[in-house]
């Protein structure tokens, strides 16, 4: 066999091995780092998501989709969301906006052109002022969870929403999540009421109008219910079981659904609270409690860092 065969042969078994790992590549193989720039995270200003992916013997991973998401542990607040889908030299990287100072978690999947996904759920403080998220207006002297559905009003004259109760529950508000600046903050509906306009559908969802369940005296356990009873302008009080889970349900019609008159609602749902997480919050008359080092003027200075508030006031949410 001449020298130039062996050569070639050589070659060919070089390339068969490289397709062999390339196959054999499995999410296990797949490490992924993530890292912000400035490092500094903050609510004002730019930032930069990186995130580096490679093999398991260090090589770059360039042909990928990486989906970065980023969830507040305060409930209400709608996800970040960036999708990336090319990396140079292993790094993904795109401008990210963090919409509330507070406690986030990054949720990192990288998803490879044959399927082949892995992820990585990455922890980070975003420092800034919450002196405006109307803490004032909020008596959260226990656990916490936020609560969502849909209203729809099928009638020619406009209903409202008057209040909304649960055992077990101290205190239900309905709050909207307001964003001002490029800053989302939270706060109460005026009069404490919620209008359906005649014909509308109204969602209380993440982001935008939700339930604030406050004084829980029992955990909400996921796969469990809560029966919430809704009380309307014409006297007349509703109540529906919610679903207590960690996300809204994929089909909210197959949820219950309750019809009276003119009033549909559905797919109802509350997220999971666990007493024992909310631990580490002291709220007494003057609202202090502790929030991680976040600055909150008028005597609501707050350090809530051992405080697991999903569910709470996500402004992703």
Request: net charge negative; hydrophobic share 45%.
């Amino acid at each position: 066999m001449s020298k130039r065969m062996i050569a070639l042969l050589g070659f060919l078994m070089l390339i068969l091995v490289g397709c062999r790992q390339e196959e054999a590549l499995s999410s296990e193989d797949i490490n992924i780092a993530l890292a912000f720039e400035p490092a500094d995270l903050a609510v004002t200003g730019d930032s930069t998501v990186l995130v580096t992916v490679t093999d398991n013997d260090g090589n770059a991973i360039n042909d990928a989709t990486v989906t970065i998401r980023g969830d507040m542990s305060h409930a209400g607040m709608a996800p970040v969301i960036r999708d990336v889908e090319t990396g140079e030299e292993g790094v993904f990287s795109t401008d990210y906006e963090w919409t509330m100072a507070g406690d986030w978690e990054v949720s990192v999947t990288v998803t490879l052109p044959d399927g082949t996904s892995a992820g990585e759920t990455f922890a980070f403080t975003v420092e800034g002022d919450m002196s405006d998220m109307g803490m004032e207006d909020m008596n959260m002297s226990g656990a916490v969870s936020g609560g969502y559905l849909s209203i729809s009003n099928n009638g020619s004259s406009d209903i409202m929403l008057m209040s909304v109760v649960a055992d077990g529950v101290g205190m239900i508000e309905i709050h909207e999540t307001v964003v001002e600046n490029d800053i989302a903050s939270m706060q109460a509906v005026e009069n404490g009421e919620l209008l359906i306009a005649a014909g509308e559908t109204v969602m209380l969802q993440p982001g935008s109008f939700h339930l604030m369940l406050m004084n829980l005296e029992n955990d909400l356990v996921e796969g469990e219910t809560l029966s919430l009873s809704l009380t309307f302008d014409n006297d007349e009080t509703l109540i529906v079981d919610a679903i207590i889970q960690g996300e809204a349900p994929e089909a909210p019609e197959a949820s219950e659904v309750i019809e009276s008159g003119d009033i549909v609602i559905s797919g109802a749902w509350v997220r999971p609270t666990a007493l024992s997480d909310m631990g580490g919050m002291d709220m007494d008359g003057t609202e202090e409690a502790d929030m991680g080092g976040m600055d909150m003027d008028d005597a609501e200075e707050a350090d809530m860092g051992g405080m697991d508030m999903d569910g709470t006031e996500e402004a992703s949410e």
